[in-house]
């Protein structure tokens, strides 16, 4: 158990770091089909400066981190910050969260760098509904990384599916079926109301009503505790090798399991992915401070971490787009 904690006495031992804010898709529920405004360069941590951070957060008891954006495979030489972070004793876990538009490219380099798993976000597997949710991509060049990224072992790959009425929600059981027949891994995800996209909470499915559309399929077998270490709740169908997660942000939110800070490409510490609050780590660590002064600005930004997100009263955070804070 670490010895890091918020003012709750949850275990804070993970952190998700945006290496980049640009995204080469434009998914209706993320952004605007225009983008959004970029963070300018100089303004993005380097790779040294995030190595800063993370050794001190490691040494509070960070051990866990995960790499995401934007899209990171957009940031050029990502391998050399994996290897980086992967030298921090502490740090035993590497992961990506990724589009998997340039996986395929990239999968061989990271996994040979030090990274351990890798999250492909898909929410369909038909082609010119891909092109409409994405705004213009390739669900190929998708596929193409998913199975690269067994190959070299970056396993379990994992399958983000975000549930939108209307637009994938007949899709359910095309993407249950994949446990089965490829060992996919699929969690499903409820939609989240967030600044940048366009789709509000209008499309949003109950995570129980995706549930219960599953059963035809046959029962739902819980996984043993200990099966994935976030906020999914994993389960399997009969005969599936791949489990099935449910994530439920909105209807049943998980705050109370929280381990989690958040470093954004422009070096704020974000407490919480749906709240507004930030710490600026960036300006410190070009100043100079010392490693001391570094642990100790982390631990007064963690006993800042509020105890949950208020989405389901319908407290929507303003302020920046999911790519901006590493979704
Ligand atoms: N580009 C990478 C990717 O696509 O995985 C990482 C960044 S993306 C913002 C991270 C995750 O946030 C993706 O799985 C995406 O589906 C999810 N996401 C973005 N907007 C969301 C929303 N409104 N509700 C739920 N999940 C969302």
């Not at 989690?260 to 709240?275: I, N």
Request: glycine fraction near 10%; include cysteine; charged fraction near 25%.
């Amino acid at each position: 158990m670490t010895g890091f904690s918020d003012s709750f006495q949850r275990p804070i031992n993970y952190m998700r770091i945006s290496v980049t804010d640009r995204c080469n898709l434009r998914c209706i529920y993320c952004m605007p089909a225009g983008g959004v405004d970029m963070v300018c360069h100089r303004d993005i941590l380097s790779y040294e400066e995030i190595y800063t951070i993370v050794e001190a957060a490691a040494e509070l008891g960070i051990n866990k981190v995960r790499i995401t954006g934007g899209e990171p495979l957009l940031r050029l030489g990502l391998p050399k910050l994996i290897e980086m972070l992967a030298s921090i004793d502490a740090i035993d876990d590497i992961s990506l969260t990724t589009n998997g538009i340039l996986l395929a490219s990239h999968a061989a380099e990271l996994k040979s760098a030090g990274l351990q798993r890798v999250n492909v976000s898909l929410d369909t597997l038909k082609q010119d509904r891909f092109k409409v949710i994405t705004r213009g991509a390739e669900l190929n060049d998708v596929l193409e990384g998913i199975e690269v990224a067994k190959s070299v072992g970056l396993n379990p790959v994992k399958i983000n599916t975000v549930v939108m009425s209307g637009i994938n929600d007949d899709e359910l059981l095309d993407f249950a079926v994949k446990t089965i027949s490829d060992e996919w891994h699929v969690r499903f995800i409820e939609l989240m109301p967030v600044a940048g996209g366009s789709t509000g909470n209008l499309l949003f499915v109950p995570m129980s009503e995706s549930r219960q559309r599953l059963a035809v399929l046959g029962k739902l077998e819980p996984c043993l505790p200990g099966v994935g270490n976030g906020p999914a709740k994993y389960f399997r169908l009969p005969q599936a090798k791949g489990t099935i997660g449910f994530i439920t942000p909105v209807s049943e939110h998980f705050c109370i399991h929280c381990n989690r800070l958040r470093l954004t490409a422009d070096g704020k510490l974000r407490l919480c992915l749906l709240g507004e609050d930030e710490i600026d780590l960036r300006e410190p660590v070009r100043s100079g401070i010392s490693l001391v002064g570094l642990k100790r600005l982390l631990k007064e930004a963690v006993a800042r971490k509020p105890l949950r997100h208020h989405l389901a009263e319908g407290r929507v955070p303003k302020g920046r787009p999911f790519s901006q804070v590493g979704g």
